[in-house]
């Protein structure tokens, strides 16, 4: 097609303003939840020695939430250039982009090739993260189940697949029929995940105030708690540690890029999508985890400790052999606190969570099923996953994503911390190789334009790029070299980002170049509505 000028706005006849657009970005990923879901594999990050990384939780968040906002910018400024780019997203911009630089024919040339690239990046990172959610869930269910029952015995792994499967088949039915819930739903998640993040906070917070209870019979500080104070927790104490931290960490933060995705449900897309994208990464990451991590990690406590065979763990260890130490660790805090309670508190925690996790997963099979058929539709990717049903959505797609996604969440949930590091790893292998792309596309897009703004299109996008690369270069080496469970973990990583690839390329390369089709006229994601 060709593209229209940059920055000349879309008719789309959509209904999202900045509220509604920023809402379904955040909807990828609810604020609070997943401290929850990642809490524990973070916790059990180490080196080769066995010296944990997981006091460097805090300081590898601020890193990868730098890592994500020299990105953001790059998806906002392309945004804004090219509003018309409805469900492709970054697939359309360096479609675009490299057709409309005036670098010349050789760059121009490339565009095909970092077109596909984003293509398979995309797919390893939206194809595998509602598995990676999807273990989450399960093994979330498993850990209710297992209070309720009030059962100290390990919850039986054979399970866990019933659950990954109701889990995929609820997800893929809602995207079938088309719903994504309705902004109103959405606010409601994301209020609920707020309050419950400030209330938890506070709770953590006021338990570490508490320290003062053993000073009176003779216990140091640091006898009591993981970390020696408060402001300890913001502290790096390695940088290997802060590298790894952070290439987990990114996984809290992604969901500003679906945001790039929503054109064609805007009213304003060239001006209110690039100020969604800035706010939802601005509030999930500036306000709700750097305040909970924060909160969490200062409340992990020397005392809370629980027998492994015939070890003690204590502190941080037991977050790690914990299936939810963060409900664990609310159990014991409230009880501390107000004297029961606890595990009430928990359960209620616990459900909020349950949906959060249900709606990001929702967003991002639908965004997923959305790109491959956008693709499809430009024969970047086999026919069968741009058929349409009679309800407007891509049916086959969906069906294949959900057998997908329940493949990925069995071995993701019954692995246990080593394999549920693995799928995060190898959904974070393919967002960092996308966010890459995005930079080096917005980078060739801008290049000699009038009113060229050379800080947010230029300087920002070669930080996006350096960053990036070293995140994928940290996972690559450090998870390598560490030895033990996180080696085991990254090579798994690495044979699913291989798969991704070795199945896509041949595809491709038996294919002839293409162009984007009218993504606007033959892709339109039945989003949310609202405000």
Known sequence: MDAQK????????????????????????????????????????????????????????????IVAFST???????????????????????????????????????????KLFIGWSSHLFYWVYPGVMTAFQATLIGYIIQQLGDSTDDF?????????ALMAA??????????????????????????????????????????DDYKDIGMAEKD??????????????????????????ILILVGFDSATSLSGDAVNPARDIPKGVIASITIQGCFAYLLEYWAANAAVSKLWAVKDGDKILTGMDTAAASS??????????????????????????????????FGSTLAAMNTAVRFSQSMAQDNEFPAIFGKLSAKGT??????????????????????GTMTLTAVTLASNVGTFFLYGAVCVTTIVAFRNTDGEKIFLQLVIPIVGLFLNALMVSSIFGI?????????????????????????AIPYWVMNPPTEVKEIGSTSVVPTTVGA
């Open 170 to 211: 609820g997800v893929g039915y809602f995207c079938y029929i088309g719903v994504t819930g309705s902004t109103a739903v959405a606010i409601l998640i994301n209020v609920v995940q707020l309050s419950m993040l400030v209330i938890l906070s506070a709770f953590f917070f006021h338990f570490r105030s508490t320290w």
């Open 72 to 114: 953001a910018f790059p998806y906002a400024e392309l945004a804004r250039r090219y509003p018309e780019a409805d469900c492709g997203g970054a697939y359309y911009f360096a479609e675009a982009g490299f057709k409309q630089t005036k670098l010349g024919a050789g760059i121009s040339a490339w565009g095909r090739k970092t």
């Open 394 to 415: 891509p049916h086959y797609g969906i069906a294949i994503c959900v057998i997908w996604t329940f493949l990925v969440g069995s071995v993701g949930s019954m692995g």
């Open 324 to 357: 939810a130490p963060i409900g664990d660790l609310s159990i014991v805090v409230v009880n501390e606190l107000f004297g029961s309670g606890g595990k009430a508190f928990m359960i209620i925690l616990a459900l909020s969570v349950a949906m959060a996790v």
């Open 479 to 503: 998870g390598l070299t560490s030895g033990g469970d996180t080696t085991v973990a990254t090579i798994i990583a690495l044979c699913l980002a291989s798969v991704w690839a070795a199945i």
């Open 6 to 65: 940059p920055g000349e706005a879309a008719a789309t006849g959509g209904v999202l303003g900045v509220v509604g657009i920023t809402i379904n970005a955040m909807a990828l990923i609810a604020p609070g939840a997943f401290l929850w879901v990642t809490f524990g594999v973070q916790a059990a990050c180490s080196s080769s020695d066995g010296t944990s990384y997981a006091k460097d939780m805090w300081p590898g968040i601020v890193l990868a939430l």
């Open 156 to 164: 039986p792994i054979a399970v866990y697949p019933v659950f990954c």
């Open 224 to 249: 009591v708690w993981e970390y020696e104070s408060v402001g300890d927790v913001l502290l790096p104490k390695s940088f290997v540690g802060v590298l790894f931290q952070a290439s987990i960490a």
